[in-house]
Each structure stands twice: as structure tokens, then as C-alpha cells.
């Protein structure tokens, strides 16, 4: 894949280019970069256009000036589609990548194909409970990052995936992740329940792995119970990070997903 630069931002963004074909975007999960995708990379490049990137902090992301932070990623998407002049895209994302590719669904619905978000919630609609216990859990791994990245790395690996390849593959990646740039994800909750979920004109998938902590199989169903008309998912043999877990099942329900509009 080729790496380029958005210019006026720090974000660096990866593009494969087949003639004639639909564009695809993979959006990372926190900690992590683009390589999270590279099984679907190899995977898809022959099929599709793809783009990636790494969001704000992440890979090589990280040349961030005063005031920039994760709540901006859609625009700088947005950004991105202009220049390489892509007017519709199909949107992948994983945890925070779910986060974003829901926000940038929000303020860009034009340019969305379909939306698939996986490891995630509904950002609309996000319950004061659950959100509670994301939050909690998430200043329980920024107290470990402090300490030891290195501990907090084997402690996220094992809810970020389930097979041992993959908690390997998220730890090499984790351990990469700058303590400073948990200051750029501070804005994360500016995008959770400020719109109301609009009527969608292109396809929704959400899911999540079998042993994804019981929130997250809650934050499915209630987003489900909000918008009935999307197809639903759960990967047996997955945990958090389900396209590292079950590649294989992973390409073969997206594809299935991109060509019929569902995913049964």
C-alpha cells in the first residue's frame, strides 16, 4: 500500500488502487494501527480499492500540534475522500474505529456506501450503565499504561483478542502506542449521544465475537432494538478484535455483506 500524508493534519493514510473497483475504508481499534487489517488487505486488494489510516496518536499518526484531537478524525476522513477524489466508500470499523466510522456516518452520510462496526455501540444511543462501566474500565488500563506500557499491553491483549496469534499480533502492535497520546482520545465522549440516528440509506452490519466481555454483547442488542432493519453478527471463535481473531470468517462475511447489502 502506498503511504501518504494529510496535509494540515497529522494523520497518514494508506491507499491500494484497483481500476474500476468500489472503495473500501478499515478503521483501527484503540492502541493498535492499520496493520490490525493487513489479513484483509491481502485479503481484498485484488477485489477493491482500500483505504486505511492511522487515527490520531496511533502508527504513524503522531505528529500532532496543540489542540488537535480524536473528536476531528471525521473531517480529516472527509479530507481524505476529496483528494483522492472517492465519493462513496464502504466503512469498516473495530471498537474506536466503530466510534469514528459512526461519527464520520453522522456528519458525512452522502459518502457512506455501507457501515459495518464491530467491538462497538451505537453512539446515538449509548446507555448510561454501560457507559459507566466502559469508562471505569477504561481509566483501569490508562492507570496500567502509566506504569508499564508493557503491562498494560498483556493486560489489553487478552480482552482485545482471543486466539494466541491474535493476543500476540495486538500486543507487538500495543506495545508501539506513545503514553501521550491517551491526551489526544480525551474528546472521545463529544461524539457519543449528541445526534439523533437519521434514516440510513445504505446498509448496516453490527456484530461482535463470542467472547467479547458481556457489555459488548449488550451494547449489540440494544443497538439492534434501536435500529431493526440492520443485520447483526456473532463470530464464534472471536473475542474483541473479531477480524484478528476469525480472519477467514471475517472477509467472507463482509463480502458477503458489500455484494447483497445483508449478512445473514
Known amino acids: 500500500m502506498k503511504q501518504h500524508h494529510l496535509e494540515e493534519s497529522p494523520i497518514v493514510y494508506y491507499i491500494s488502487r484497483k481500476e474500476n473497483a468500489e472503495w473500501i475504508l ?39 500540534r496543540k489542540g488537535e484531537r480524536i473528536d476531528q478524525m471525521s473531517a480529516w476522513i472527509r479530507e481524505i475522500l476529496r483528494t483522492e477524489k472517492i465519493e462513496k466508500i464502504h466503512i469498516v470499523g473495530i471498537s474506536l474505529g466503530a466510534v469514528i466510522a459512526q461519527d464520520f456516518a453522522n456528519q458525512y452520510p452522502e459518502s457512506v456506501q455501507s457501515l459495518a462496526c464491530f467491538g462497538g455501540y451505537d453512539i446515538n444511543h449509548f446507555d448510561a450503565k ?112 473479531v477480524n484478528m481473531d476469525t480472519p477467514n470468517k471475517f472477509n467472507a462475511a463482509m463480502e458477503e455483506f458489500w455484494l447483497s447489502g445483508s449478512c445473514k
Open 130 to 241: 454501560l457507559q459507566k462501566e466502559n469508562s471505569a474500565s477504561q481509566r483501569l488500563m490508562m492507570l496500567k499504561a502509566l506504569f508499564s506500557v508493557k503491562w498494560f499491553a498483556q493486560s489489553n491483549k487478552k480482552i482485545s483478542a482471543h486466539t494466541p496469534q491474535a493476543q500476540n499480533d495486538f500486543y507487538e502492535m500495543n506495545l508501539q502506542f506513545p503514553k501521550k497520546s491517551f491526551l489526544y482520545l480525551a474528546s472521545l465522549g463529544s461524539m457519543i449521544n449528541v445526534r439523533q440516528t437519521q434514516t440510513r440509506k445504505y446498509p448496516l452490519l453490527i456484530g461482535c465475537g463470542r467472547y467479547d466481555i458481556p457489555m459488548e454483547l449488550s451494547a449489540v442488542e440494544m443497538w439492534k432494538k434501536h435500529e431493526p432493519e440492520c443485520s447483526v453478527i456473532v463470530f464464534e471463535g472471536a473475542g474483541h478484535c
Open 26 to 64: 478499515f478503521l483501527h481499534a484503540a492502541f493498535v494501527n492499520h496493520k490490525m487489517f493487513q489479513t484483509q488487505i491481502d485479503y481484498f486488494q485484488d477485489k477493491y480499492n482500500i483505504l486505511t489510516l492511522d487515527l490520531i496518536g496511533h502508527g504513524k499518526s503522531t505528529q500532532v
